[in-house]
């Protein structure tokens, strides 16, 4: 088996697809993208390309090693995003011509089904908390919100109180057992992260997510270290290198990495199984489109440490277009009693609608993170 072609498909809301062909007609699915960079991105597949064709798909890692190590310059989120998407496809393709899903190549299912959550906003507290209990009314065990908005290094108490607001008011209308992840979203500096870890323990969260940029997780270790709640981060790491020194440090406790922008299938499993080593919990990054979906629960069905799965379901985001849009048979994302099936078909287990990427890849997106400012007119951390 030969590899023939590779095509990217720039898709709203704003996502990329990618299709990689064979001579014996099996086709791989995979979504290589940086949010706000996804025509950047394409050009990287698009250069990687060059050795894939002519290639056996089958050998994944040995293509996985070419492509990451052949260039002098190695990691980072473009290259580890058009890789993650490549060998998404790669898997997708051995999967599909044994006639099995990708977790069996694997070594198997730990597990059938895995525990799912909804974004439900943040920067509102009455509008959060509505979001909140609606999702936990279609039957979500668990939900995610952003914790602030911008601040500064050192901010005032009136933006600590709006935090505060916030998570009460979601804690009041979901009840004592439904699970609150809280998002900083790296735009909250240490000064303001010592005050906020504090003041949420009461809260009793699943999680607090990125609540420092993670190339400064090294000076706030102390605090991360002695707060109750667990500490998530990992979005914004792209290899088993980068998780290495962070995962060593002890301040982390669930780790984010991305299949679509931590070099895939092949490096996020390479990072899961560091993170069981250490004692650390698995919940993959996940706001993108279906193929990535498919891909992490591809991924989370043989992690023993996967314990949740962030999907995009109805995120903000999804304006034009949402999760279940491309795929021919949305029902294989059915989700039920907050949880969501390991699909059991060939490859990622998931079939794309081809015809309908193609109508809306004539459209394409050019979504941009939005810039935000501070009231003395310096940059916001978004």
Known sequence: MKITGVTTYTVP????????????????W????????????????????DYLLGQDPRNIEDLWTVLYRGGFYRGGPILMSALAGIDQALWDIKGKALGVPVHELLGGKVRDRIRVYSWIGGDRPTETAAAARAAVERGFSAVKMNGTAELQYVDSWDKVDLCL????????????????????????????????LRELEPYRLM??????????????????????????????????????????????????????????????????HM??????????????????????????????????????????????????DYLADPSVFDYEDGMVRIPGGPGLGIEVNEEYVLERAREGHRWRNPVWRHADGSFAEW
């Open 275 to 324: 993170a069981e080593a250490y004692d650390v919990a698995l919940a993959l990054h996940c706001p993108l489109g279906p193929i990535a979906l498919a891909a992490c629960l591809q991924i989370d069905a043989g992690c023993y440490n996967a314990f949740i799965q962030e999907q995009s379901l109805g995120i903000h985001y999804n304006e034009s277009n949402d999760l279940l």
């Open 165 to 196: 607001e916030s998570v009460r008011a979601v804690r009041e209308a979901v009840g004592p057992d439904i699970g609150i992840g809280v998002d900083f979203h790296g735009r909250v500096h240490k000064p303001m992260a010592k005050v906020l």
């Open 30 to 49: 995979g979504e290589p993208v940086v949010e706000g960079r996804a025509a950047t991105v394409a050009a990287a597949v698009e250069e990687l390309s």
């Open 207 to 272: 999680f607090i997510e990125e609540p420092v940029l993670s190339e400064n997780v090294g000076g706030f270790l102390d605090p991360l270290r002695s707060t109750s709640t667990p500490i998530a981060l990992g979005e914004r790491l792209f290899s088993r290198w980068d998780f290495k020194d962070v995962l060593a440090s002890g301040a982390v406790d669930i780790i984010q990495p991305d299949p679509s922008h931590c070099g895939g299938i092949t490096e996020a499993r390479k990072i899961a």
């Open 13 to 28: 809301p704003r996502w990329l697809f990618l299709k990689i062909e064979t001579d014996e007609g099996v086709v791989g």
